[in-house]
Nanobody
Framework: QVQLVESGGGLVQPGGSLRLSCAAS????????MGWYRQTLGKQREMVAT???????NYGTSAEGRFTISRDSAKNTVYLQMDSLKPEDTAVYYC???????????WGQGTQVTVSS
């Protein structure tokens, strides 16, 4: 069982920045694809960014060029640096750990990000 705990959400003005953190229960980055997803009320959860065990990154269209996913293996923590935030980035952001072939898929509890003036 993998446990994920997000932090770093909050209220920020348009154009501002936030860094989200996701602390994992153990050294899982060598096996799991780690990702950040977001969801707003009434909409499906969408992929924001992922990072593979090899370090390859992938971004959703809305995040490309503004957000950066990274990880610190020594701290078992994945980050999402969000810059140039827009009101439409307002959502609950979830951390995910997945090994699709094995059917392993874990979620954190989510952290609220609100972009508003």
């Amino acid at each position: 069982q993998v446990q994920l705990v997000e932090s770093g959400g909050g209220l920020v003005q348009p154009g501002g920045s936030l860094r989200l953190s996701c602390a994992a229960s153990g050294s899982i980055f060598r096996s799991y694809v780690m990702g950040w997803y977001r969801q707003t009320l009434g909409k499906q959860r969408e992929m924001v960014a992922t990072i593979t065990p090899a370090g390859s990154t992938n971004y959703g269209t809305s995040a490309e060029g503004r957000f950066t996913i990274s990880r610190d293996s020594a701290k078992n923590t994945v980050y999402l640096q969000m810059d140039s935030l827009k009101p439409e980035d307002t959502a609950v952001y979830y951390c995910n750990a997945k090994i699709a072939a094995a059917g392993y898929n874990y979620w954190g509890q989510g952290t609220q990000v609100t972009v508003s003036s």
